[in-house]
Each structure stands twice: as structure tokens, then as C-alpha cells.
Nanobody, 123 residues
Framework: QVQLQESGPGLVKPSQTLSLTCTVS??????????WSWIRQPPGKGLEWMGAISYSGNTNYSPSLKSRTSISRDTSKNQFTLHLSSVTPEDTAVYYCAATNMATMSADEYDYWGQGTQVTVSS
């Protein structure tokens, strides 16, 4: 059973870069045809797909966040990391890492989820 666990700071100041890491156990992030994503949920709003890194290392980002988002991976540690630059209070959300075996931007298609981590952007 694949398990995901987010880690990172719970408080980030405006204009800084938010970095979160997802550690995967029970499966390899290089497993064929799996996509490893970051999805967030701002308070009172729905889930927002941010981007993904594929089993081969290719990345894809939400058009609305593309200019500020990057996702990288460390296969030796079985981890992938989100970097979101120039954050504002509007980036306050619960951030989830998730996995699916299809190339999709729909949160409904994701099979495996981390528990989520609250990130607040505030000075």
C-alpha cells in the first residue's frame, strides 16, 4: 500500500518561497505510469491541482500557477518536492501530495493521498 507524508514549514512570510516535501513509502516514485502531484485546498474553497511529476521525471503545472511553481524529485530518497515562489496570503491552504496512475489534473482521479499539511502565509 502506497503511503505519502508531507513535511515542511507551517508558516511562511509573504514574498518568500514555500517548499514542501512528500516522502513516499510502499512504492517507488519511478513506478511506470504513476504521477505524483501537489494539490491544495484554501479555506472555504475546493481542491486545486497545482502540478505533477511523472514516473520518468517529466513535470506539468497548472497554467494559473506555472510561473511560480516547480516540482522536483529525489529518487534516492523516494521523495518529491514542491517549490512555490512569491507567496501571498492567498496561498494559505492545506497542501496535499497525492498519486495516480493516469495523467490527470482532476483531484477526483487520485488514488493515494497524504494527510495534508496546513500552510499559512503571514507576516
Amino acid at each position: 500500500q502506497v503511503q505519502l507524508q508531507e513535511s515542511g514549514p507551517g508558516l511562511v512570510k509573504p514574498s518568500q518561497t514555500l517548499s514542501l516535501t512528500c516522502t513516499v513509502s510502499g512504492g517507488s516514485i519511478k513506478t511506470n505510469y504513476y504521477y505524483w502531484s501537489w494539490i491544495r485546498q484554501p479555506p472555504g474553497k475546493g481542491l486545486e491541482w497545482m502540478g505533477a511529476i511523472s514516473y520518468s521525471g517529466n513535470t506539468n503545472y497548472s497554467p494559473s500557477l506555472k510561473s511560480r511553481t516547480s516540482i522536483s524529485r529525489d529518487t534516492s530518497k523516494n521523495q518529491f518536492t514542491l517549490h512555490l515562489s512569491s507567496v501571498t496570503p492567498e496561498d494559505t491552504a492545506v497542501y496535499y501530495c497525492a498519486a495516480t496512475n493516469m495523467a490527470t489534473m482532476s483531484a477526483d482521479e487520485y488514488d493515494y493521498w497524504g494527510q495534508g499539511t496546513q500552510v499559512t502565509v503571514s507576516s
